[in-house]
Nanobody, 127 residues
Framework: QLQPVESGGGLVQPGGSLRLSCTSS????????IGWFRQAPGKEREGVSC????????AYADSVKGRFTISRDNAKNTIYLQMNSLKAEDTAVYYC????????????????????WGQGTQVTVSS
């Protein structure tokens, strides 16, 4: 059973950094592409970034390009989201999700194409 578990959220000042991690309490992520999503209060869940099974392809939302970096370490069964230059508008619950496909195109697939979701981790950017 693929069950993502996120960690690394917290409170950070504007301009600061956080690194989120996503691991699995069950099977390996090795053969699957992974996406990071976020949802702010009163807003729809939106895609942030995604990565192919081997990490060779990545994609980002325009709002985070140049600030966020997604990566993975399949030996550790962990996917990371390094978030730099954080802004107040990055405040949201961040979710990791697994998709039953190894590949990623120029843009991340939509929410409904992901099969397994974590419980989320809160990121709050505030002074």
């Amino acid at each position: 059973q693929l069950q993502p578990v996120e960690s690394g959220g917290g409170l950070v000042q504007p301009g600061g950094s956080l690194r989120l991690s996503c691991t699995s309490s069950g099977s390996t992520f090795e053969y699957y592409s992974i996406g990071w999503f976020r949802q702010a209060p009163g807003k729809e869940r939106e895609g942030v970034s995604c990565i192919s099974s081997r990490g060779s392809s990545t994609a980002y939302a325009d709002s985070v390009k140049g600030r966020f970096t997604i990566s993975r370490d399949n030996a550790k069964n962990t996917i990371y989201l390094q978030m730099n230059s954080l802004k107040a508008e990055d405040t949201a619950v961040y979710y990791c999700a697994v998709r039953g496909s190894a590949v990623v195109g120029d843009r991340c697939p939509p929410v409904y194409e992901y099969d397994y979701w974590g419980q989320g981790t809160q990121v709050t950017v505030s002074s």
